[in-house]
């Protein structure tokens, strides 16, 4: 029960004047105008220091504790000094406040402890993905040095094979810049009307030669769609489409199928790269947009992948208000699949 610092003045000031009284009733010769004399100045006198007392400690430290958090400027802080004094019980009411800030701040101290575990395991895997490349280009170059040179074929070989290392190094810088850049918000989307079909064809043209290797056969889908017209950035969405279709080939079956499918909905696109490869293991799939997971670590690197494109795809497509979805069956293939917002209604 709450007790307003009058009531408990009144009270303890009627239990003083009480028993004052009482007890003087007992002593002989006092007469009732004395009795009621003494009754009401002890009432008095007690309601006002109790009140006063009440008043002034409560209040006093209450302000106090209050110009003490204004002092610490923790502004997440909101309540004024005003409500607080108001309050009938300014304890407990200090008391909840303490408890809601605290439990934001525990908040705030976990997300940053798991942003500290996330940034020293990055820096980790960084480091670890940046020596592989250059350890073997490094290998190679020292074995030609220490005359593997003078052979021919083992020469080509050799340097044919630290070009392939630098290649993937330079891959690796160039996907590292990428995900700092989206994740600094430095390259901002840039947002316009695009036909995202073109956009397709042209990647799968530069992506000719990689379809070819393979002998791969790559198609957009449907065909009496001649635009797909969505709110994009054109350079950005041309990255994600490139690692997906590039994926698609690398990852799917020799002489394998990918499709790039539209489907028009009210008011999106919705785009998705399809293929008949090995697909991926259900366990897999949480973690795949995870930076540097891979399901076949030795194979990805083989096939010149930095383990980061997926994860690049994940936040240009959040830069644009939507996300990436993956479904696959093992033996059937996979299909990474997306919605854009319509340009033109
Ligand atoms: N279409 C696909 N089919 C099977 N596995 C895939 C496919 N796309 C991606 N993956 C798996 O997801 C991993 C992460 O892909 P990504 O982030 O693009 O990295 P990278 O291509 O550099 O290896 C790949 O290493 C691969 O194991
Ligand atoms: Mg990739």
Redesign the pocket.
Known sequence: MLLHPRLIAFLVAFFISGVSTTFLSFVSGVSNSMLFVVGVASFSSAFFLVMYTVEVLVYREVTKIHSTIQRLKLQDFNISRKALVKDTNPFKKLNQEIFVYVAKKQREIDELKKLEVFRREFLADVSHELKTPIFAAQGYIHTLLDGAMDDEVVRDKFLQKAAKSLDGLDALVKDLLSLSQIETGELKMQLAPVDLRLITLEVCEQLENKAAARRTHIKIKPDRLPNVWVKADAQRIAQVMT?LI??AI?YGLDEGKVIVHFTEEKKHYVVAVRDNGPGIDPEHLPRLFERFYRVDKSR?REKG??????AIVKHILQGHGTKITVTSQLEKGSTFSFKLEKAFL
């Open positions: 690692n590039e994926n690398k990805s992948g930095t383990g980061l494109g997926l």
